[in-house]
């Protein structure tokens, strides 16, 4: 498969004025610093996305890069970022920003980002009033793992109070856990990313469901489920043992990566482990709507997908955007319908095809014109099914009135994907 997750040097590693895994109270990481973790395997720092010019028919716009703080691997050399904190509060680059932004543990005992001594994204744990007690600012600390977990600990006990592993991105690494608490009612919900220069929440999330029907794909708005994979206690078909059998037949996962599942009185969850400790690979929700298993590759220096579901990359709804068809033989998979342009080719060239594609021509009917001198015509496209909750409208109907032709296509906007 195609190498994935690839940035291409639009993301910017940071340099480096701290190689310690842990922070301490009275500490602060600042652009340029990070924490390794004691295998040298992650690192947690502020990264920068890319600056783009995004050229559409409508606009033409030139974005500054933002400022992210997040945890990527330390010793792979295309930059793969695995878990982000603000994705959704994104910082602006500044001149200064090294002097007025910072990771610190804050006077409650929280980890929290600082901009201006504004708080913009905080762990919010010691708001618990059931642990508030006992915590203040010199009882906590935080410690990147070897897992790639960054976790919030009781100094004296090293009880954990929050970690990033219980947060998910559109990444579940080796050892994290895939699913709900039955007591505190977290769900470990994974969100894709917009793009592959905006690490935002995307179109399209996964999740354990807690009713016991087992996992769900979805695309996020509208809400519309995709796939659904049968839980433990299905009487067929059920998720791990079918999991088990792929990966037996591939070479790269065969007795590498080993799934299991657990229930109990507390957690219900899914989790793999890798066998071999020197390789990197994680589970990704892709930007498209897939799930990809991907696993570094040392001979071609490249990321590789060696696992995608749904196989058909058409599956995934709107997973091209409005009038677009898919065609999951072609690469790329995506294209405009005859008579319309891509609306902003540089998203598509991040990933993002949201906006989908535009007329190339304006309708020529409108409510005050004689349809019968129109050139405007409905064009069939053959080979091809209409995605999820399809609409019909009287065509008949539609040339006496321009009004439904227009509102024929915007229908189209939404079935054409």
């Not at 010691?126 to 010199?138: D, E, K, V």
């Not at 068809?325 to 949201?354: I, L, Y």
């Not at 080979?383 to 109907?397: C, E, F, I, K, M």
Request: net charge positive; charged share 15%; aromatic share 10%.
């Amino acid at each position: 498969m195609a190498p994935f997750y690839i940035l291409l040097g639009l993301l910017l590693l940071p340099c480096s004025s701290s190689a310690n895994d842990t922070l301490a109270v009275g500490q602060v990481l600042a652009v340029g610093d990070k924490l390794v973790s004691s295998n040298r395997k992650f690192a947690l720092g502020f990264f920068q996305s890319g600056a783009s010019t995004i050229t559409s028919k409508f606009t033409n716009t030139t974005s500054t890069a933002n400022w992210y703080l997040g945890i990527w691997f330390n010793q792979i050399p295309v930059f793969t970022s695995v878990w982000v904190a603000n994705r959704d509060a994104p910082i602006a680059d500044n001149p200064k920003l090294n002097l007025t932004t910072h990771l610190k543990i804050s006077s409650d005992g929280n980890l929290v980002i600082v901009r201006d001594e504004v708080v913009i994204w905080s762990t919010h744990v010691t708001n618990n009033s059931r642990i508030r007690p006992s915590i203040n600012t010199t009882t906590t600390s935080v410690v990147l793992m070897n897992t790639g977990s960054l976790v919030l600990t009781l100094s004296s006990s090293d009880q954990a109070l929050w970690e990033s592993f219980d947060y998910p991105t559109d990444v579940v690494l080796p050892s994290a856990k895939f699913g709900w608490n039955k007591v505190t009612r977290l769900n470990r919900r994974v969100i894709s990313k917009k793009s592959t220069v905006d690490p935002g929440l995307g179109y399209y999330s996964i999740e354990l469901q807690t009713n016991g029907n087992g996992i769900m794909l979805k695309r996020r708005k509208p809400s519309l489920v995709y796939r659904t994979y049968a839980s433990e206690t299905s009487s067929i078909l059920k998720f791990l043992p079918r999991v088990k059998k792929v990966l037996e037949l591939v070479p790269q996962t065969k007795g590498v990566v080993i799934p299991d599942y657990v229930s109990n009185k507390e957690e219900e969850y899914y989790v793999y482990t890798s066998a071999n400790e020197s390789s990197s690979s994680f589970l990704s929700l892709d930007i498209s709507g897939q799930i990809k298993l991907n696993i570094w590759s040392q001979a071609q220096g490249s990321w590789q997908a060696v696992l995608a579901d749904p196989i058909d990359v058409c599956t995934p709804p709107a997973t091209c955007g409005p009038f677009t068809v898919c065609n999951g033989k072609a690469q790329p998979s995506c294209g405009c319908m005859e008579s319309f342009s891509k609306k902003s080719p540089r998203h598509w060239e991040f990933g993002d095809r949201s906006h989908g594609c535009v007329r190339d021509s304006p309708l020529y009917c409108t409510s005050n014109k004689n349809t019968t001198s129109s050139t405007d015509m409905f064009q069939p496209i053959s080979q091809v099914t209409l995605p999820y909750n399809p609409q019909r409208t009287d065509l008949s109907a539609s040339r006496r009135n321009c009004g439904v032709v227009r509102h024929y296509m915007a229908i189209r906007a939404l079935l054409v994907l």
